[in-house]
């Protein structure tokens, strides 16, 4: 229901609020929140105040305003997110126990991925995967791998807002091919020079990615034909653990 003059509605300007945090703005005063949110500041204020009452949002003794353990206790109660983590985080434990640097569970968000674990080992390589931090598609394993086993409108949809040039979805296209062809994704330095990200996808019903379970290494000790065989198999207990028969949990090693 609109209920402001621009016929915006409440909920609307309450996700802008939520949605102004991130790593770099954990907390601030409500006059940047404002801002960031595009938000006239007396309705930053108000709604503001209401959220804190409710303890989604709580005030620093700086000042600061931050998001409330409201929200994460609502979050952790009862998600889709915390279902997989939970069915995944034996596999992940196995791989990490191997590799020793990062592996990391993540989902897709459009153009964007979303990742909701991930365990690291003390003196790993630097990673910029944080858990419920996102990184674009195209320079994430996971991102890449999950895509290249989405449903073909997924990938048309993801094309056009990339507006890329003939020879660029070319490629893209291209790499695509071959990630459903070997069932695995290696991108060395996409994100973090002399690292690699290997990444499998997690099948769902239907036999598209729901998830993604990936590692980062340091580039030249990737060890791809030994962590993707293992990285599939925990995709397919993963996969089994959500429900899906057997013969279907992919993906398969293919040489």
């Known amino acids: 229901m609109a209920n402001s003059p621009t016929g915006e509605s409440m909920t609307s300007r309450i996700v802008r609020i939520i949605s102004a945090f991130d790593d770099t703005h954990q907390s601030m005063p409500v006059a940047v929140l404002a801002r960031r949110a595009d938000l006239p500041l007396s309705t930053a204020h108000r709604i503001v105040k209401d959220l804190m009452g409710h ?12 998001l409330g353990l409201r929200l994460w206790e609502l979050a952790n109660r009862s998600s889709a997110a915390l279902g997989l983590k939970q069915i995944a985080m034996p596999f992940m434990e196995d791989i990490q126990a191997v590799v020793r640097q990062h592996t990391q569970l993540s989902v897709l ?11 690291s080992s003390h003196g790993s390589v630097l990673n910029h995967a944080k858990v419920a931090g996102r990184l674009p598609v195209h320079v994430s394993s996971s ?8 449903p073909r409108h997924v990938q048309e ?7 890329l040039d003939a020879a660029g979805e070319k490629s893209l296209r291209a790499a695509w091919a ?18 690699t990200g290997i990444a499998v996808p997690v099948f ?7 998830a993604a379970i990936g590692v980062v290494v340091p580039t030249g000790a990737e060890d791809i034909p030994a962590t993707v065989p293992a990285l599939m198999t925990a995709a397919r207990g993963i996969s089994r653990g959500l429900g899906v028969r057997t013969e279907a949990a992919g993906p398969h090693h293919r040489t």
């Open 109 to 119: 968000r459009q153009d964007e991925v979303l990742f909701i674990e991930r365990l």
């Open 55 to 66: 303890g989604f949002l709580q005030r620093e003794p700086d000042g600061g305003i931050r």
């Open 204 to 210: 769902g019903a239907g036999s598209t990615a729901v």
């Open 143 to 150: 991102g890449m791998v999950m895509m290249a086993h989405s």
């Open 157 to 163: 949809a993801y094309l056009q807002r990339r507006d």
């Open 178 to 195: 071959r990630m459903r062809l070997e069932g695995s994704a290696s991108l060395p330095g996409a994100v973090v020079a002399d690292t």
